[in-house]
């Protein structure tokens, strides 16, 4: 049984730029803006309104991804820490690892893990959430880290048996090409026993999927406009954010959910950053998310593919939501 690190100071390692997110959205910003079909990456929904309201989305009825996995991981958290035989767990985009706390707990029961090693692009609310992690498990050692996942795999603390925990459906967002690239990089990046913790949506009636991305009481629409807020704010745009509207399709033949901000009417809309004026009609939309819902073979496939050497997964009797353990 590893011996757990005592009162180690946690510590955090920032591979970002103090400009990088201003030069990313600047870029992403220009892209979508000037090429079409008009594509703004999802990440920009998360300045501190952004995040407040995606809370809100994950306690709506309509919403189930979040809660089904957690009880799936509270069902098969013992499990996993038996199969992974972990001693350093890193969770990307690890926000406030909130349903994290489910692993760390069984963990801490069975003795077994030495160190946690949350990442996320957001320095400020990584360093709170360690706090809090600090307070509630004083035997771990931590270690956060500031980066961009797609881009510092290779800076992952080594040593021990290692489970990289991508948890929310969040693999959803890459496009099919990202998403092999993606989970290729996380393979070379381990070793052998090393493992990989992946929570994917499933396909269902897409009557629900509408339902989970298009709630009644229009959080999810608030949410979707407020990337255009981070643009006017960060950039200097004139956005008319009345003059947008929200849009969630089911697309059948990507089998992904398409969410778009549409223009209601003619208008021209101007980025002081990026000395750039655009026109737009009515109708003309800018996609700010997709969000694949996957089968669970499929899933098998693609992790198996990118080369892991075997895939574990669980889910929920409805069928909702799936969790892959895939070890190298």
Known sequence: MPKPYSQVAPSIDVHLQPDWARIALERDVRRALTVKPRVLPPKWFYDARGSALFHQITQLKEYYPTETERRILAQQAATI????????????????????????????QRNQLQRF???????????????????????????????DFTQHLGLLPTGGRRLIAFLGGTIGNFYPEERQIFLENVARTLQPGDGLLLGTDLIKDPVRLVAAYDDPGGVTAEFNLNALHVI????????????????????????????RVQSKRLQSVHVHALDLTVSFET?????TEISTKFRQERVQQELTSAGFDSVTSWTDPAGDFNLSLALR
Do not use: C
């Not at 820490?81 to 760390?104: F, M, N, P, Q, Y």
């Not at 609310?125 to 498990?137: E, I, N």
């Open 117 to 147: 090693v949350p990442f996320d692009v957001s320095e400020a609310p990584l360093r709170q959430a360690m706090d809090t992690l600090g307070l509630q498990y004083p035997h771990l050692s931590l270690r956060g880290i500031v980066g």
């Open 283 to 287: 109708g003309d939309w800018i996609q």
């Open 232 to 259: 006017n704010r960060t950039l200097g745009a004139n956005f008319d954010v009345t003059a947008w509207e929200h849009v969630a399709l089911w697309d059948a033949e990507h089998e992904w959910m398409d969410l």
């Open 81 to 108: 820490v038996d199969l992974s035989g972990a001693e350093t767990l890193i969770e990307l985009g690890s926000g406030t690892s909130d349903k994290t706390r489910v692993l760390l707990d069984a963990f801490t």
